[in-house]
């Protein structure tokens, strides 16, 4: 696989990932109001929804890291090259500079109790 390709997964799989933490925010809002309607079938619904959400977005993180790997060992000299260069060298520069994506939470978001405090 060329650097550029990789490059362009990286992205991609950045944006899906991002997807999938905005569609984590909208099922967590969808049962803080299921709790506040009192539905329990909802809550458990949504939450095994979030705990399928979550397994999407560690398996991302997982493919990300992998190919931030394969860049790292095609061109050991990209992260020390920031003065400039074509675009695809300055994509690469950007991409390694990335920091992974801190560790998926296994006890989901914040508890209903202390957020539907709010």
């Known amino acids: 696989m060329h650097q550029v390709d990789v490059i362009t997964a990286i992205e991609k ?11 984590l925010h909208c ?9 506040k309607r ?9 939450e095994r ?7 999407q977005i560690r398996k ?5 890291e992998s190919l931030r ?8 000299q990209a992260e020390s090259n920031q003065d ?5 060298t300055n994509r690469q520069a950007n991409v390694l500079r990335l920091r992974p994506a801190p560790p998926a939470r296994t006890d989901g978001p914040r508890s209903l109790e202390n957020s539907s405090a709010t």
Do not use: F, H, V, W
């Open 60 to 64: 991302l993180e997982r493919e990300i």
């Open 84 to 88: 400039g260069g074509s675009s695809d």
């Open 49 to 55: 929804e979030k705990e399928g959400l979550m397994n």
């Open 27 to 35: 099922l967590c809002r969808e049962q803080q109001q299921a709790a």
């Open 38 to 46: 009192g539905s329990t079938a909802e809550i458990l619904r949504l």
């Open 13 to 23: 799989k950045y944006r899906d990932e991002l997807d999938l933490y905005s569609l």
């Open 69 to 76: 790997a394969t860049l790292i060992r095609s061109s050991p």
